[in-house]
């Protein structure tokens, strides 16, 4: 049984969410806190799989209640987060403070969590068994195998011209890591990351602020630039073309595909028909998006480093990539940056 603690200020909130994560028979919400003061005291009491905090709360904020915890006994956490502009600054904090992900409160209070409780309880269930099995083999003193590759070992050509990675579920944390030492050398790089639009243009913003390399939220028509990553935009599918000798971005439907949009897929597939010299990246993310996309690169001959299971939050996106053949190096996300870097032949 999956033991979780929940912490908002919304009693409605705190039973709906409760209803949904019990309905499932396989967790169970050990305490309800209204507060971070609260929730700190309810975890060292219980020591649950799982805390959710909502962002903003009295006594004492979400954000600041995961840092304590991150510090003092971490755990994994899930952030309950609005789609303001505000909403999702703070979440874009959390989620490089350790938060594993982060779910949307519904509007109003008819909302519509109930419309995405699969999502919820799919996310709990997959992050808290990634942490079990971590911990059970930190335990037993087998860690998770991570493969030691050296970087003389992998292929460096000059020629690259599109990088293109795709990341979900943990994937700021991990893009972050990858991102923020690369140089202004770097190929121009397009990047999916599952989500809101909101979010997106923040996540953009911030890692502008951190990273060597210009991280823009792409805008349709953008040309790509060496040592510029663009993010897609939330709620659209991003695509790459070329017209005359640029690649530029289009930003086309907002259907899903593969379950997200924008999808890494879409991405994918569409630096595949490029047919240009390309490095695919597949980082920490649930489900299979970005598999197909990736054998399609692999066709065309693009070299593809995928996030290793050590080091993902959810080996889900890197492992079906990686089992269809479409991976051509798993890495822990420590050594993603400089391969990428060696493989393309930058200096830092």
Not at 64 to 76: C, H
Not at 236 to 242: A, I, L, W
Request: aromatic share 4%.
């Amino acid at each position: 049984m999956i033991q979780v603690v929940i912490a908002d200020d919304s009693a409605f909130l705190r039973q709906v969410l409760t209803d949904i994560l019990q309905k499932t028979g396989k967790i169970k919400v050990v305490a309800a806190a209204t507060n971070g003061k609260e929730a700190l005291e309810l975890i060292a009491k219980h020591k649950p799989d799982l805390a959710i905090f909502d962002v903003e709360m009295p006594v004492m904020s979400g954000l600041e209640a995961l840092r304590k915890v991150m510090k003092d006994s971490p755990l994994p956490v899930l952030m309950f987060s609005s789609l303001t502009g505000e909403g999702a600054a703070v979440t874009i904090k959390a989620l490089e403070y350790g938060a594993a992900d982060f779910l949307l409160k519904p509007s109003s209070l008819s909302g519509n969590l109930s419309s995405v409780a699969d999502e919820i309880v799919e996310k709990v269930q997959m992050i808290v068994m990634r942490s079990r099995l971590a911990r059970l083999s930190k335990n037993k003193g087998t860690p998770v195998v991570k493969k030691s590759v050296s970087l003389k070992d992998l292929p460096a050509r000059k020629g690259f011209q599109i990088i293109a990675m795709g990341s979900s579920t943990g994937g700021v944390q991990a893009a972050l890591e990858v991102l923020k030492n690369l140089p202004e050398t770097i190929p121009p790089m397009v990047w999916v990351q599952h989500m809101p639009a909101t979010f997106t243009a923040k996540l953009a913003e911030r890692f502008d602020s951190i990273c060597k390399i210009n991280v823009r939220e792409a805008k349709d028509g953008d040309v790509l630039e060496q040592g510029t990553c663009l993010l897609g935009p939330g709620g659209v599918q991003m695509r790459v073309k070329q017209e005359g000798s640029k690649f530029v971005v289009r930003l086309g439907e907002k259907d899903k595909v593969t379950g997200f949009c924008p999808s890494c897929d879409v991405l994918f597939e569409s630096v595949a028909l490029l047919g240009k010299e390309s490095v695919g990246i597949i980082l920490t993310g649930m489900g299979h998006d970005g598999k197909e996309g990736l054998i399609k690169m692999k066709k065309i001959n693009a070299y593809v480093l995928g996030q290793d299971e050590a080091t993902s939050v959810v080996y889900g996106m890197p492992r079906a990539a990686f089992e269809a053949g479409a991976v051509d190096c798993q890495l822990g996300i420590e050594q993603i940056g400089q391969a990428l870097m060696h493989v393309c032949s930058t200096n830092r």
